[in-house]
């Protein structure tokens, strides 16, 4: 028997971005296991991706390329053979082509977040073509928007300095299930005497082992960040000199922390002024005392109406208490801007002819029903879905589906599994997984370069997305020479080595070490520095009242509660939160049987009070339903939940529930603040005993 370790690295959409060594007997995978030598993977993996030979080797793998020979989302196909799948895609889109090439429109996301598997080949395929951009809003932009306005880029506190905090607020995130390398972090700095508190509507997994859990009401994150503003400037805890050197408008901020009163504060967000207070005095008066103290924001907060502006205020409070001097204080949103990724080599949007309209892939359910129109431009007539499951995960999915039916759309799908999207497709393609493609990975939550070798050869006739592209460029009579470039190639480029913090990239050596950490300082601005027009920390931002915003921070409540719509909480009167599952990623996982028999079934916890009111006891079957639509879970009768609200675990296959369809039933396409994402944990719902 030969036997070999592979390097690898985990593919999803997680901030940790695992290193991967893959035990390879026989050229059959047997084993993947977190590498004990990398730092914040520290040899330890999520339960999801150590069962990972069990997705790769699922009986479900789609090994062979279809075509659709029933309805469109029935499911039913028949096998063809890959010349006969890409001479009919590229028939199809020709001949939208011929008529104008902006009906043509890409779908992915994260499935992988690799840069060569993910919008490389793709990308340059698309470009050359000429078809509509995608506008990737799904997750993180709302916040990305705000922390950019306030700190300039996606730059903050590395995960490996968090164990030195002596405070950590855990803002609107469930690290146990999503960020578990960072919880490792934070467990060591409790053990070293931090404390630790979670700002959650949610008693999630995570808030039950902090010290301390403030269940504020969903989407009033901006509120309360003020309300801290207030009482650290009203209390002289705030740190002048860092102030005055390094921030912008602090005199302006001063003022509109003023208005928010602890009382008010605590009105708002539907918690106590003693909690408004103590939070702002824990952080204020360690940081004045030279101890750093940090925050992990993450993305449960951005998901309302406000969510750019709550990440936008929370950005704020580091520069205000001078945090930002200590390695261990300061901010993690992301880590992202801190790679230096090369994405016009890898992309090329020099290939793109002419300017074309852009769609926003957080709205698709209206996108696919929109009629043509000067405004909105070609009716869409073509489709192409690679490293995303839309019809389970985008909002409001009763358009969504409906949308995909349409007969006159031609739809392709590029999956490892019949996904709900997939049984929408035309023609379904079977594509590698990361244990069958070479990658290279930037990450949002440490400072690794990663590389992905191969461990085994494809499963069946499963190709990488790159080569579905390189093949259906050369059937399109796209010649240019980047079209035949290899994956090797490709991640070659990935990383501009020219930048100071990867002037050590070289991927022929990555490839053999697995992974390499970027140049970067211990803690980024402990001298000033930020990335906004004015290198400071912008309390006050000439760039947001140039896009329309208040310039200052601000609190804009949610587009649907009891406060601020109550004409529509009489009738749906329970907000409605989907987060992360721990045992799924986003829809991936969802049919690997181990994993979903840990889940059980979808599931609702809501407030003995709010169940009581409803007749619904523990296990009884409910129905979720407002203007959008409705699904089914069970009930789960619990005060994790806060009352008035309702929390439906996240995000499952439509096909695995008794009805068909998941939370994103009732979500809604409206879109943030800023950077166009959506409103997921916006919503207003009733519940009823079925
Ligand atoms: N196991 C697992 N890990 C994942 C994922 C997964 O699906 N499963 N998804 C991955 C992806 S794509 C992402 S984007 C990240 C997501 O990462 P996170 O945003 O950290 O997601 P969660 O861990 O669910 O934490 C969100 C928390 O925010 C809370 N929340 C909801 N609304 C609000 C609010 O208005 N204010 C505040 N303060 N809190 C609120 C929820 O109750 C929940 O506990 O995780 C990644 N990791
Ligand atoms: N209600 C509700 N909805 C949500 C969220 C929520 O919290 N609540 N979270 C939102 C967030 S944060 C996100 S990021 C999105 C996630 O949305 P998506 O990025 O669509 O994530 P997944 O659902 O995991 O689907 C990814 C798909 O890509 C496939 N895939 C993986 N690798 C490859 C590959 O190499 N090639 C190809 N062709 N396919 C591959 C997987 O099999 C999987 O089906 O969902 C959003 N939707
Ligand atoms: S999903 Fe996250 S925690 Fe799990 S192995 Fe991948 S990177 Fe690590
Ligand atoms: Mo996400």
Same mark, same amino acid.
């Given at each position: 028997?030969?036997?070999?370790?592979?390097?690898?690295t985990?593919?999803?959409?997680?901030?940790?971005?695992?290193?991967l060594?893959?035990?390879?007997?026989?050229?059959?995978?047997?084993?993947?296991? %977190?590498?004990?030598?990398?730092?914040?993977?520290a040899?330890?993996l999520?339960?999801?991706?150590?069962?990972?030979? /069990?997705?790769?080797?699922?009986?479900?793998?789609?090994l062979?390329?279809?075509?659709?020979?029933? #309805?469109?989302?029935?499911?039913?196909?028949?096998?063809?053979?890959?010349?006969?799948?890409?001479d009919?895609?590229?028939?199809?889109?020709?001949?939208?082509?011929?008529?104008?090439?902006?009906?043509?429109?890409?779908?992915?996301?994260?499935?992988?977040?690799?840069?060569?598997?993910?919008?490389?080949?793709?990308?340059?395929?698309?470009?050359?073509?000429g078809?509509?951009?995608?506008?990737?809003?799904i997750?993180?932009?709302?916040?990305?928007?705000?922390?950019k306005y306030?700190?300039?880029?996606?730059?903050?506190?590395?995960?490996?300095?968090?164990?030195?905090?002596?405070?950590?607020?855990?803002?609107?995130?469930?690290?146990?299930?999503?960020?578990?390398?960072?919880?490792?972090?934070?467990?060591?700095?409790?053990?070293?005497?931090?404390?630790?508190?979670?700002?959650?509507?949610?008693?999630?997994?995570?808030?039950?082992?902090?010290?301390?859990?403030?269940?504020?009401?969903?989407?009033?994150?901006?509120?309360?960040?003020?309300?801290?503003m207030?009482?650290?400037?009203?209390?002289?805890?705030?740190d002048?000199?860092y102030?005055?050197?390094?921030?912008?408008?602090?005199?302006?901020?001063?003022?509109?922390?003023?208005?928010?009163?602890?009382?008010?504060?605590?009105?708002?967000?539907g918690?106590?002024?003693?909690?408004?207070?103590q939070?702002?005095?824990?952080?204020?008066?360690?940081?004045?005392?030279?101890?750093?103290?940090a925050?992990?924001v993450?993305?449960?907060?951005?998901?309302?109406r406000?969510?750019?502006?709550?990440?936008?205020?929370?950005?704020?409070?580091?520069?205000l208490?001078?945090a930002?001097?200590?390695a261990?204080?300061?901010?993690?949103?992301?880590?992202?801007?801190?790679?230096?990724?090369?994405?016009?080599?890898?992309?090329?949007?020099?290939?793109l002819?002419?300017?074309?309209?852009?769609?926003?892939?957080?709205?698709?359910?209206?996108?696919?029903?929109?009629?043509?129109?000067?405004?909105?431009g070609?009716?869409?007539?073509?489709?192409?879905?690679?490293?995303?499951?839309?019809?389970?995960?985008?909002?409001?999915?009763?358009?969504?589906?409906?949308?995909?039916?349409?007969?006159?759309?031609?739809?392709?799908?590029?999956?490892?599994?019949?996904?709900?999207?997939?049984?929408?497709?035309d023609?379904?393609?079977?594509?590698?997984?990361?244990?069958?493609?070479?990658d290279?990975?930037?990450?949002y939550?440490?400072?690794y370069?990663?590389?992905?070798?191969p461990?085994?050869?494809?499963l069946?006739?499963?190709k990488?997305?790159?080569?579905?592209f390189?093949?259906?460029?050369?059937?399109m009579?796209?010649?240019?020479?980047?079209?035949? /470039?290899?994956?090797?190639?490709?991640?070659?480029?990935?990383?501009?080595?020219?930048d100071?913090?990867?002037?050590?990239?070289?991927?022929?050596?990555?490839?053999?070490? %697995?992974?390499?950490?970027?140049?970067?300082?211990?803690?980024?601005?402990a001298?000033?520095g930020?990335?906004?027009?004015?290198?400071?920390?912008?309390?006050?931002?000439? #760039?947001?009242?140039?896009?329309?915003?208040?310039?200052?921070?601000?609190?804009?409540?949610?587009?649907?509660s009891r406060?601020?719509?109550?004409?529509?909480a009489?009738?749906?009167?329970?907000?409605?939160?989907?987060?992360?599952a721990?045992?799924?990623?986003?829809?991936?996982?969802v049919n690997?049987?181990?994993?979903?028999d840990? /889940?059980?079934?979808p599931?609702?916890?809501?407030?003995?009070?709010?169940?009581?009111?409803? %007749?619904?006891?523990?296990g009884n079957?409910?129905?979720?339903?407002?203007?959008?639509?409705?699904?089914?879970?069970?009930?789960?009768?619990?005060?994790?939940?806060? /009352?008035?609200?309702?929390?439906?675990?996240?995000?499952?296959?439509?096909?695995?529930?008794?009805?068909?369809?998941?939370?994103?039933?009732?979500?809604?396409?409206?879109l943030?603040d800023?950077?166009?994402?959506?409103?997921?944990?916006?919503?207003l719902?009733?519940?009823?005993?079925?």
């Open positions: 028997m030969t036997t070999s370790i592979v390097r690898a985990c593919p999803h959409d997680c901030p940790d971005t695992c290193a060594l893959v035990t390879v007997e026989d050229g059959v995978a047997t084993q993947v296991r %977190g590498d004990p030598d990398h730092p914040t993977t040899g330890v999520c339960t999801k991706v150590s069962r990972y030979t /069990e997705r790769t080797y699922h009986a479900d793998r789609l062979h390329p279809m075509k659709r020979v029933g #309805r469109k989302g029935e499911g039913r196909f028949e096998r063809i053979s890959w010349d006969e799948a890409l009919t895609i590229a028939a199809r889109l020709k001949d939208v082509a011929a008529r104008d090439a902006e009906a043509i429109v890409p779908y992915s996301y994260a499935g992988t977040m690799g840069l060569v598997q993910g919008e490389s080949m793709a990308a340059r395929f698309f470009n050359k073509l078809a509509s951009l995608l506008d990737r809003t997750c993180a932009s709302a916040g990305a928007a705000g922390y306030t700190v300039g880029a996606r730059i903050g506190t590395d995960v490996e300095q968090f164990q030195n905090a002596k405070l950590i607020l855990i803002w609107g995130g469930n690290p146990i299930a999503s960020n578990l390398h960072f919880w490792m972090r934070a467990q060591e700095a409790k053990r070293r005497g931090a404390k630790l508190i979670a700002i959650d509507p949610y008693r999630s997994l995570t808030a039950e082992k902090c010290h301390q859990h403030i269940a504020l009401l969903p989407g009033t994150d901006a509120a309360l960040a003020l309300g801290m207030h009482v650290l400037i009203r209390d002289n805890l705030v002048e000199d102030i005055a050197r390094h921030t912008l408008g602090y005199e302006a901020l001063k003022e509109r922390a003023a208005e928010w009163t602890p009382q008010r504060t605590a009105d708002t967000c918690i106590s002024v003693a909690e408004v207070e939070l702002a005095r824990d952080y204020g008066s360690l940081a004045s005392q030279g101890e750093p103290v925050i992990r993450n993305y449960g907060l951005q998901r309302v406000g969510g750019g502006m709550a990440v936008r205020n929370i950005a704020c409070l580091p520069a208490v001078g930002w001097r200590y261990a204080g300061g901010v993690q949103l992301s880590a992202s801007d801190t790679f230096p990724k090369n994405g016009a080599a890898l992309q090329r949007p020099d290939l002819g002419k300017p074309v309209r852009t769609i926003n892939m957080s709205t698709i359910g209206d996108a696919l029903l929109q009629e043509a129109s000067p405004e909105f070609p009716k869409i007539e073509a489709l192409i879905v690679y490293n995303s499951n839309p019809v389970a995960v985008a909002p409001e999915s009763p358009k969504v589906a409906q949308g995909f039916a349409r007969e006159d759309l031609f739809t392709v799908v590029l999956e490892h599994f019949q996904t709900d999207t997939a049984d929408y497709a023609i379904l393609l079977p594509a590698t997984t990361q244990l069958e493609h070479t290279i990975h930037a990450t939550g440490h400072l370069m990663m590389a992905n070798n461990a085994i050869a494809p069946g006739e499963a990488p997305n790159t080569e579905v390189r093949l259906l460029a050369q059937r009579g796209f010649d240019d020479p980047c079209f035949r /470039e290899s994956d090797d190639e490709l991640a070659a480029q990935a990383f501009n080595s020219k100071a913090r990867a002037i050590h990239f070289d991927w022929d050596s990555l490839k053999r070490k %697995g992974w390499q950490k970027l140049n970067a300082a211990d803690a980024p601005f001298q000033g930020f990335a906004t027009p004015s290198g400071k920390c912008e309390f006050y931002s000439e #760039r947001m009242k140039a896009d329309g915003l208040d310039p200052l921070p601000t609190y804009i409540p949610p587009y649907e406060v601020s719509n109550p004409e529509l009489k009738r749906y009167p329970l907000a409605m939160i989907s987060p992360p721990r045992n799924f990623l986003n829809s991936t996982f690997v049987q181990s994993l979903r840990t /889940e059980g079934e599931h609702l916890d809501m407030h003995p009070i709010d169940a009581a009111q409803r %007749g619904i006891d523990d079957q409910v129905r979720i339903f407002n203007d959008r639509g409705s699904f089914v879970a069970k009930a789960r009768v619990t005060d994790k939940a806060r /009352e008035g609200l309702v929390v439906g675990l996240s995000i499952w296959w439509r096909k695995f529930a008794a009805d068909g369809k998941n939370a994103n039933e009732v979500t809604s396409q409206r943030t800023m950077g166009n994402a959506p409103t997921f944990y916006d919503v719902v009733q519940v009823q005993k079925v």
